[in-house]
Nanobody
Framework: QVQLLESGGGSVEAGGSLTLSCTASGPVFSINNMGWYRQTPGKERELVAQLFRGDSTYYSDSAKDRFTISGDMTKNSVSLQMRGLNVEDTGIYYC?????????WGQGTQVTVTT
């Protein structure tokens, strides 16, 4: 089975930076895209950034100009560099991988931004 392993979460002061990383293992079959979602209490999981095969990207309005997604789909990996973090960025960040067969999720990594 496909498993996604995330790392890099933690606590940081407002204005600081964090980089999240995610690597997939198992029978991945032709990745379409990999991305990062954020979930906060009482809200639905929302897309933050996405990397597509061919290296095109998508960013949510809140992530534009502050976050950078990068990755190597030949190695089933994706990273999210986050700069200028603010308290609204606090949440659980989930890595997602979509291949030709299914959509897979990591277990989530907590990001906490303090003032």
């Amino acid at each position: 089975q496909v498993q996604l392993l995330e790392s890099g979460g933690g606590s940081v002061e407002a204005g600081g930076s964090l980089t999240l990383s995610c690597t997939a293992s198992g029978p991945v079959f032709s990745i379409n895209n990999m991305g990062w979602y954020r979930q906060t209490p009482g809200k639905e999981r929302e897309l933050v950034a996405q990397l597509f095969r061919g290296d095109s990207t998508y960013y949510s309005d809140s992530a534009k100009d502050r976050f950078t997604i990068s990755g190597d789909m030949t190695k089933n990996s994706v990273s999210l560099q986050m700069r200028g973090l603010n308290v609204e960025d606090t949440g659980i960040y989930y890595c997602n991988l979509q291949d030709l067969r299914d959509s897979y999720w990591g277990q989530g990594t907590q990001v906490t931004v303090t003032t």
